[in-house]
């Protein structure tokens, strides 16, 4: 990908997990960081454990109550096999490395390009309550290394 830059030169790219968190505490954190554009990029959005965080449900909160538009890309989420082996596993460099091979299978550059488009402060949601071993931190670093003026911001 050429070094394709955002219409206004900065791209705060913030990333936020929902575990450990409710719904106050994480609407909050969004609203404070003016975030206008939430990526939910869980393979699976739609299980009735995950309370407010539910898809259906977390695309209401978020663009009824708070202004933030939402999305669903499970292009950016690793396979269920690659997520599984590292749930069994704990294999943290192996799941690093299988999972960069895929985002660079993926059209991410182009889909996230897209997305962007006229938007200062993006989020990428998963569940971990932590960015340390997760893979929104992998995707937020992959697109940065493609993508020129985008600063990465774990909240």
């Not at 990029?41 to 739609?46: D, E, Y």
């Not at 749930?87 to 690093?96: A, E, M, N, R, V």
């Amino acid at each position: 990908m050429d070094n394709w830059s955002y219409s206004n030169n900065k791209m705060n790219l913030y990333t936020i997990g929902t575990n450990k968190k409710n719904a106050e505490d994480f609407f909050a954190i969004l609203t404070n960081n003016k975030i206008e554009k939430l990526l939910d990029i869980r393979i699976n959005n739609k299980s009735q454990l995950l309370g407010f965080s539910k898809g259906q449900d977390l695309k209401y909160f978020c663009e009824r109550c708070h202004n933030i538009k939402y999305e669903h890309i499970p292009l950016f989420a690793p396979t269920k096999e690659l997520l599984k082996r590292y749930q069994k596993d704990h294999d943290w460099p192996s799941y690093k490395n299988d999972f960069i091979r895929i985002l660079t299978s993926r059209p991410i550059a182009q889909i996230f390009q897209k997305i962007a488009e006229n938007s200062s402060n993006i989020c990428l949601l998963c569940s971990e309550s932590q960015s340390d071993k997760c893979h929104r931190k992998l995707v937020a670093e992959y697109i940065s290394g493609l993508l020129k003026n985008i600063k990465i911001s774990h909240l």
